[in-house]
């Protein structure tokens, strides 16, 4: 059976396809409806949120001087996750842009030989991490109007990105060095750009945020409509006496629809606070997604990926369960 499905898993996938194509044709009502749900979520919520922010933070890592910056933290981050000279760079880029720019700079600074394959594995498992302007603008303020409960997740998150690193900073090999002697300068030939190429990043950045945001939201539309996903939902609600599983699934596949999800559920800030930085330090699949297109570059798998992610997911339950108690 399995070898029956690698070798048609094309053949299988576009029957699924299909087969979707022509529910969502003979009944488009309800999935119009869901596409317009999370076009107003990407416009209402987060582009006012994100997109002066995109701005700002691509024109800092235009000039020559943001690698510089951080060059004080590189010694310390060779000490605790053994990685050289850009890992300090791509994890503050990593928190101040959010998810996938950490991925994103872990693949050019590979490509152009500053990095080896192992940093970059060792690297990921802490600079993949969402904004603070996510967390606190679109999420915290934008949907729950609670900023505690963003500062809660703000700092849940970044922490267990931290400690997670720690666990992955003996993966790969003994150490190796930089395999050029001396690596092109990247960033100094490669960052300099007018605020016109600036402005069309952003703009493809966030146009793409809404396109992944509005998919699943019609994707997940058609899940709830099928009784077989209608039934394991209400079999663990009713096993477990959960009320949010459906949107614990939904920030499984996308973080902003799980997140807008949970505004309809009634449950302490307690448990909110863990929910979204759960899903938050899980990221979703469709960032999953935007993330590995980068990472293939390295040859890092996306079983690793997961990996990483799922523990750090894991270490920022019980980190928030701590923090929820004690300043909410």
Not at 15 to 30: C, D, E, G, Q, Y
Not at 75 to 91: A, M
Request: proline share 3%.
């Amino acid at each position: 059976m399995v070898n029956f499905f690698k070798k048609n898993y094309e053949f299988i996938f576009c029957f699924i396809l299909f087969a979707v194509i022509l529910l969502i044709s003979l009944n488009p009502s309800p999935y119009i409806s869901s596409t317009y749900s999370g076009l107003k979520v990407w416009a209402t919520i987060v582009l006012p949120s994100l997109f002066v922010f995109f701005i700002l933070t691509k024109l800092f890592m235009s000039l020559k001087s943001s690698l510089k910056l951080f060059g004080f933290l590189d010694k310390l981050f060779y000490k605790f996750f053994k990685v050289k000279r850009t890992g300090s760079y791509i994890f503050i880029m990593s928190i101040m842009s959010g998810y996938p720019i950490g991925a994103k700079l872990i693949s050019e600074f590979y490509l152009d030989g500053t990095i080896t394959q192992t940093e970059a594995k060792r690297l990921i498992s802490f600079c993949s991490t969402s904004g603070p302007m996510f967390v606190l603008g679109s999420v915290a303020v934008g949907m729950f109007n609670d900023y505690k409960i963003g500062v809660v997740i703000l700092i849940s998150h970044l922490l267990s990105s931290f400690l997670n690193g720690l666990l992955y900073r003996n993966v790969g090999n003994k150490f190796p060095e930089i395999g050029t002697k001396n690596p092109p300068k990247t960033s100094e030939t490669k960052v300099k750009k007018t605020l016109n190429d600036i402005m069309y990043d952003t703009i493809i950045s966030v146009l793409m945020v809404g396109g992944y945001i509005t998919l699943s939201f019609t994707l997940l539309e058609f899940l709830t409509t099928l009784p077989f996903f209608s039934n394991i939902i209400n079999f663990f609600n009713a096993t477990l006496h959960l009320n949010f599983f459906e949107q614990v699934i939904k920030g499984v596949v996308e973080l902003t629809n799980g997140c807008v999800s949970l505004l309809d559920i009634d449950m302490s800030k307690q448990l909110l606070s863990i929910l979204l930085t759960a899903m938050i330090s899980f990221g979703g699949l469709s960032i999953h997604l935007q993330s590995q297109m980068f990472l293939s570059k390295v040859g890092i798998k996306y079983n690793y990926f997961l990996l990483t992610k799922v523990t750090q997911t894991i270490i920022s339950i019980l980190i928030s369960g701590l923090f929820s108690l004690i300043l909410l």
